[in-house]
């Protein structure tokens, strides 16, 4: 059980870790997407935030 636990704290540290630097090295960008720059209606379309989280 003690492995297990010490697994699993590495484990959520590890992600942590890896997302901070994944943040650093490619960063969050400001810029509009294609789906408001281009909105054409069928092949650009902005997507209900709802909606964003089943991709």
């Known amino acids: 059980m003690v492995t297990f636990l010490i697994g699993i704290i590495i484990l959520v540290g590890g992600g942590y870790l890896y997302g901070s630097y994944c943040e650093k090295v490619f960063g969050p960008d400001d810029r509009e997407t ?7 209606g ?8 709802w909606k964003n989280s089943l991709i």
């Open 34 to 40: 294609p789906a408001i720059t281009k909105a054409d």
């Open 42 to 49: 069928v092949d650009f379309v902005v997507m209900k935030k």
